[in-house]
């Protein structure tokens, strides 16, 4: 039932939203030479890589210093970019992952492998699911490139505190896996947007 919900959904905002993202993709190309999305590898169910689909923030090359984004000190993000992040609007792309059956609306966010390497036999738990777009963890860390700014090592911290954090949030969601959840997080969502 969740995967033909994410399917319709995803469809439906593909569709009513395909002028909006023609334009934003307009904007990143016209300030920033380059592809307007920045396709990432990520780790999915089973510990299956796949391309992540975001707008592009940063410039072409700048994930090579670091995968992390560290709030406005970061100049590697485009001026574009930093509204795009800041609204998550660069997450809407992410729609065609949800329609291809890499990810769900709802499910834990998806790490790079770096991060996924670090995981315990217990925290992989996570990747029995489809990763999500929003999660638990999405909507308590929405501040979470602020939190990494104020750092002094902003890796140290988000591999220390706040990935083990996002992860037994995570495992909220996999413990109760169902229609209603899955409405409950999207609800939470869009609320978090418009607080």
């Known amino acids: 039932m969740i995967r033909l919900l994410d399917i319709l959904f995803s469809l439906i905002g593909l569709v009513v939203l395909s002028p909006a993202l023609l334009l934003i993709y307009i904007l990143i190309i016209c300030e920033s030479k380059g592809n307007g999305f920045y396709i990432q590898e990520r780790i999915g169910k089973n510990g299956k890589p796949f391309g992540l689909y975001k707008f592009r923030t940063m410039r072409i090359g700048a994930d090579t210093n670091g995968q992390l984004t560290i709030g406005k000190r970061d100049n590697r993000i485009t001026r574009v970019g930093y509204y795009l992040r800041r609204t998550k609007i660069d997450e809407l792309p992410q729609l065609l992952n949800v329609l291809k059956g890499d990810m769900s609306l709802v499910g834990p966010r ?86």
């Open 110 to 195: 998806p790490e790079v492998r770096k991060y996924v390497d670090l995981y315990t036999d217990e925290q992989r738990k996570v990747l029995n699911v489809r990763p999500g777009i929003t999660d638990y963890a999405s909507i308590e860390y929405v501040n979470e490139s602020e939190l990494l700014e104020k750092a002094d090592d902003p890796d140290r911290l988000y591999i220390d505190t706040i990935m083990p954090d996002k992860i037994k949030l995570n495992m909220k969601y996999l413990e109760h896996y169902t229609v209603s959840e899955y409405f409950r997080i999207i609800f939470k969502t869009f609320k978090s947007l418009v607080a």
